[in-house]
């Protein structure tokens, strides 16, 4: 299948302010881009290009940095990109790794982390999961209470919430979701990282209000990351990842070094040839 995804985003600065970008999919799905009609950069002053450049952070992710000039920049880009259709892998006879045996390259996603209290959420995380079924089973049980216990509500949207703040508010986003079920294994020692990228509403229901950017989990069991989603909590189709970090602060899509203010932002995510068949699939 194929996926036609697109974005308009609108910066306005009343200076020259430097910024980093995340908005393009991740080096890894390079090889699936079949077409990238449109991305550019531009003043909203003068209509001019703007000069970025790129390079790979400490996560691998693929980055790019500019002078946002005064006035403000439009960010927008076109592409259409190769998937294979097929739901989040489910694996559920994986794992857990013993902490001392885990690679050393899991570590950085088994300690606390700025929005990701896992200290502070311990005691709570052993006291709801300890007595489950370790492995897939556990990351799973925990995607489920927070998903029962967070009411998504974007007009409460907040970016500095922390998964502890999350737990004890009970409402947020999907990054909220994502980090207090990040928390919580962390918690239960199972290395977990924050993603985000596009996700359309494809092979379910339209979203009376879509989201087409959106954050998830990866959860490090047997040897492998696997994906997990406790905000729409059922194995999806078409996410195109963007990056990965320890949370949100890793992986803002858009940070400046100075004030602006966001006039636009409009994502798209959408099926190239719709196929009324792939509402029928299921995991492995």
């Not at 994502?178 to 924050?194: D, G, K, V, W």
């Not at 990866?218 to 406790?230: H, P, S």
Request: aromatic fraction near 10%; glycine fraction near 8%.
């Amino acid at each position: 299948m194929e996926i036609r995804l697109g974005y308009h985003i609108e910066i306005v600065t009343q200076q020259p302010t430097p910024a980093l970008l995340l908005l393009d999919p991740h080096p890894g799905r390079d090889a699936d881009i079949v077409s990238r009609l449109v991305r550019t950069v531009t003043s909203l002053v003068d209509g001019n290009p703007v000069l970025t450049s790129e390079y790979s952070d400490s996560f691998g992710n693929r980055r790019r940095r500019l002078v946002i000039p005064t006035g403000g920049v439009a960010f927008k880009s076109a592409m259409i990109v190769r998937d294979s259709g097929e739901v989040d892998l489910a694996n559920r006879s994986a794992r857990e790794v013993f902490p001392g045996d885990l690679p050393s390259d899991t570590l950085d996603y088994i300690l606390p982390s700025r929005y990701c209290e896992s200290d502070e959420l311990a005691g709570i995380a052993w006291n709801l999961f300890g007595n489950f079924a370790g492995g897939w089973n556990r990351v799973q049980q925990i995607c489920n209470f927070v998903n029962a216990h967070i009411r998504f509500d974007y007009q409460l949207a907040r970016a500095t919430r922390t998964a502890a703040q999350s737990l004890n508010e009970g409402v947020g986003v999907c990054r909220d979701f994502t980090h207090l079920a990040i928390a919580f294994c962390r918690a239960m020692n199972i290395p977990a990282r924050y993603c985000n990228g596009f996700l359309g509403d494809i092979g379910v229901p339209p979203d009376p209000a879509p989201m087409d950017y959106n954050a998830w989990l990866e959860a490090y069991l047997d040897g492998c990351w696997y994906t997990f989603d406790a905000r729409h909590n059922v194995p999806r189709i078409g996410r195109i990842l963007v990056a990965r970090g320890r949370d949100a602060a890793d992986i803002p899509m858009i940070h400046t070094f100075g004030p602006h203010f966001l006039q636009k932002f409009e994502v798209t995510t959408d099926e190239l040839i719709p196929r009324n068949c792939v509402r029928n699939r299921r995991t492995g």
